[in-house]
């Protein structure tokens, strides 16, 4: 990765920045009401964390949004990634494997265990990325839409 990028903590300044990610990733405008609110929602939950990279012009390029929560039939704190976005010209140089690496270094000195992402079966490279993270296929996801 580019020394030039610095991962921190996410801030509710950089909202704005994250909604184009999303839009990118989903390629489709979101509405910026409700994603400022959920937004303000993420950032204010105990057990919600929420990294971004971004280069030094402070332009953000990534995000990753990690929600915990205590399970019964884990016995424990289970983590589940719920966003982990990068913009299309800076995919492949190492942002999305040091948010992940930022997020365990967060989790190593809690009771954690374990971390979990769903994705899309649709999106095979972000699969691949992370099978090269250390993720194991272990469950399947059913949906119900409303």
Request: glycine share 6%.
């Amino acid at each position: 990765m580019d020394p030039n990028y610095t991962i921190r903590q996410a801030k509710l300044d950089d909202g704005k920045a994250v909604l184009e990610l999303v839009n990118e990733l989903e390629n489709r405008e979101s509405d910026p009401q409700i994603f400022s609110q959920i937004w303000a929602e993420y950032l204010g939950h105990m057990h919600t964390h929420v990294w971004v990279a971004e280069n030094m012009e402070n332009q953000v390029l990534g995000f990753l949004s990690v929600v915990g929560q205590n399970l019964l039939h884990h016995e424990g704190m289970v983590y589940e990634i719920q966003e982990l976005m990068v913009t299309a010209s800076c995919q492949g140089k190492g942002l999305g494997r040091k948010l992940i690496e930022a997020l365990k270094n967060e989790l190593k000195e809690k009771d954690v265990k374990s971390i979990e992402v769903t994705s899309n079966k649709r999106r095979k490279e972000a699969h691949a990325f992370y099978e090269a993270m250390g993720f194991t296929n272990s469950h399947e996801k059913f949906t119900i839409y409303f």
